[in-house]
T-cell receptor
């Protein structure tokens, strides 16, 4: 059962443009929603994370928008750069004793120079 | 070390063989996780340790997979009678706890190829 659905599968953006990746979840027990960036041959690295008590979080060029009622959250990359080209994963983690992350299927972002 | 270290980086083994994958977490991190990432997919949870004990092993696909963390630091993922379908990147992550906003740091992974 896929608990976190991510779209699009791939995304091509011009340098300077805005990249938007969307995720939807089903489990209302999730209380922590991170985004990870992964380069080829590397492990995922935390980019930015949000909890459901806020609707938006911004760190530099990266913003998470969170809609608790719709059970959706998205990553916005402003002023996208070629160095942002990577695979991005949304994830979610439940409250309670089970603390493992459930990942989306990933979005391969290509930023053209 | 400064980060999570996994060895080997790559492992090629024949079908039916036994393999061990090692994870050195960040010093002092009490929580340790193993994930498996198939090509083009997100990581999938396998097992979670809090200290020396496996707090949740619900993600292990079958009894051919086993993991240990005897001293609460280094962990080894063991796969018996490997199958071609076990080919994937095995990722290890560690965190300083399991509280709210606690970040999990990932290693670079071990790419396992079963031929």
């Amino acid at each position: 059962q896929q608990q976190v659905k991510q779209s699009p599968q791939s995304l091509i953006v011009q340098k300077g443009g805005i990249s938007i990746i969307n995720c939807a979840y089903e489990n209302t027990a999730f209380d922590y929603f991170p985004w990870y960036q992964q380069f080829p041959g590397k492990g995922p690295a935390l980019l930015i994370a949000i909890r459901p008590d806020v609707s938006e979080k911004k760190e530099g060029r990266f913003t998470i928008s969170f809609n608790k009622s719709a059970k959706q959250f998205s990553l916005h990359i402003m002023d996208s750069q070629p160095g942002d080209s990577a695979t991005y994963f949304c994830a979610a983690r439940p409250s309670g004793s089970a603390r493992q992350l459930t990942f989306g299927s990933g979005t391969q972002l290509t930023v053209l120079p | 070390g400064a980060g999570v270290s996994q060895t080997p980086s790559n492992k090629v083994t024949e079908k039916g063989k036994y393999v061990e994958l090692r994870c050195d977490p960040i010093s002092g991190h009490t929580a340790l996780y193993w994930y498996r990432q198939s090509l083009g997919q997100g990581p999938e949870f396998l097992i979670y340790f809090q200290g020396t004990g496996a707090a949740d092993d619900s993600g292990l696909p079958n009894d051919r997979f086993f993991a240990v963390r005897p001293e609460g630091s280094v962990s080894t993922l063991k796969i018996q009678r490997t199958e071609r379908g076990d080919s994937a990147v095995y990722l290890c992550a560690s965190s300083s706890g399991t509280g709210l906003n606690t970040e999990a740091f990932f290693g670079q992974g071990t790419r396992l190829t079963v031929v």
